[in-house]
C-alpha cells in the first residue's frame, strides 16, 4: 500500500509559502489548501486591523487544517498546506493523529529581509507590528522535524530544494 504525505510549507509572514506551495501542488499534482483561507471571520477581521492573533485565536483554525490534512488523506491523496506553524504546539494539532504521514517544510528569512518584501505586497494586512508578533510568537522547528530552507536565495533555487526533499517521499 502506498502511504499518502501531508507537506506542510510553513513560516512567518512574506516567506513565500503560498507560492511556494502552489508550485509544489502544480509540480507533483497534488492539491493545494491555503491555510490563511479557513480564519475565521472574526481571525481575518483582527488581521486587517493589524491586531496579531493569540492562542485562542488560531486553535480552531489549526484544528480545522488537521482535518482536512486527514480528509485529503483517506480520500488517497498527498496534499500541500501552507500554515504559519510558528509554534510546536500548533504542529502538534496540525499533526494529531496522523503525524508519521506529516513532513514540515520550514522557509526561514530574516525579519528585516521579510519587512521589505511585505512592503511590496498590494494587499498585505498584517504590516510590521505583524510580523514582529509573528516572530516573537515562533518556537523554530528543529532540523529533525522539519526541512528547513533559506528563503532569501532565488525562487528556483528555493523551489528546487523543496522539490527534492518531496520527490523521494512520494515515489515510494
Known amino acids: 500500500m502506498t502511504h499518502r504525505h501531508v507537506f506542510f510549507v510553513s513560516g512567518v509572514s512574506g516567506t513565500g509559502k503560498s507560492t511556494l506551495s502552489r508550485h509544489l501542488a502544480e509540480r507533483f499534482a497534488m492539491p493545494f489548501e491555503e491555510g490563511d483561507r479557513y ?55 496540525l499533526t494529531k493523529d496522523i503525524s508519521s504521514l506529516c513532513h514540515f517544510i520550514y522557509l526561514q528569512a530574516s525579519q528585516s529581509v521579510l519587512s521589505a518584501r511585505l512592503k511590496q505586497r498590494e494587499h498585505f494586512f498584517n504590516g510590521d507590528a505583524m510580523l514582529e508578533s509573528q516572530f516573537a510568537a515562533l518556537e523554530l522547528p528543529s532540523k529533525e522535524s522539519a526541512f528547513i530552507i533559506d528563503v532569501a536565495q532565488s525562487f528556483e533555487h528555493v523551489s528546487k530544494q523543496a522539490e527534492d526533499f518531496i520527490r523521494p517521499l512520494i515515489s515510494v
Open 39 to 93: 480564519h475565521s471571520a472574526t481571525s481575518v477581521e483582527k488581521m486587517s486591523s493589524g491586531i496579531p492573533l493569540q492562542d485562542a485565536d488560531r486553535w480552531e483554525w489549526l484544528i480545522t487544517l488537521n482535518m482536512i490534512a486527514k480528509q485529503h488523506l483517506h480520500a488517497g491523496r498527498n496534499v500541500v498546506i501552507s500554515c504559519s506553524a510558528l509554534r510546536s504546539a500548533y504542529r502538534d494539532v
